[in-house]
């Protein structure tokens, strides 16, 4: 019977087992940079669908579809860059659970509105670099990395969806018989929106 204790104990330390670290000092994030790995890998998923939804015969935004597959790459660097960053710091770097993107989800919207969502999700990857960022009140160097490496592209992303969501809202405006302006979001306006963004991300 004794024995038989000792052996359910080693088992269950094994399974417990973690690797401490010998490099790891004034490190105490690994928590937020699990969490912004998993954020950017689920990103990058959302990304991938998207484009997979735009180079689809029946859409056929090229452009669009390249754009979405350079941010599908750019999400799978940045999670690698966390990856990395939280192995120089002994952290203990869990592999990520990453759901599947409702594929049919983008029949319902239309471009301006995917954008839209586009924009909304880069917000929210912002905010939890931003919670990563307070994390690492008293660690600099932790501070130092997310401020270098990611909240300045955050920055520019915004903006650049901003101005593309601005831009296809303009080009495909139409006046209604009423004398008001909505946008529809189609048509020759988002052709040529579509053949910028293609010669962009060419
Ligand atoms: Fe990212």
């Known amino acids: 019977m004794y024995f038989k204790i000792i052996i359910i104990g080693l088992i269950f330390q094994l399974a417990n087992a973690t690797l401490q670290s010998r490099a790891r000092q004034n490190f105490n994030c690994d928590d937020k940079i699990n969490q912004q790995i998993a954020k950017e890998f689920e990103a990058s998923q959302i990304y991938l669908s998207l484009a997979n939804y735009f180079g689809h015969d029946r859409v056929a935004l090229e452009g669009f579809a390249k754009m979405f597959k ?3 790459k750019e999400e799978l660097e940045h999670a690698q860059k ?4 939280g192995l120089l710091r002994g952290a ?3 592999t990520p659970s990453v759901p599947k993107p ?3 989800k ?3 919207m239309n471009t301006c509105q995917i954008v839209d969502y586009v924009l909304n999700l880069e917000k929210s990857v912002n905010d939890h670099l931003l919670q990563v960022h307070r994390c690492g009140e008293s660690d600099p160097q932790l501070q ?3 401020e270098g490496e990611y909240l300045k592209e955050q920055v520019d992303a915004n903006k650049e969806l901003s101005d593309l969501l601005s831009r296809l809202e303009r080009t495909t405006m139409h006046l209604k018989s009423d004398g008001t302006k909505t946008s529809l979001c189609d048509g020759l306006g988002l052709h040529i929106i579509d053949q910028e963004l293609s010669k962009k991300f060419a």
């Open 82 to 85: 966390m990856i990395e960053y």
């Open 92 to 94: 203990k770097v869990d």
């Open 106 to 108: 983008w029949l319902e």
């Open 102 to 104: 409702v594929d049919s």
């Open 70 to 72: 350079h941010s599908w």
């Open 144 to 146: 130092d990395f997310i």
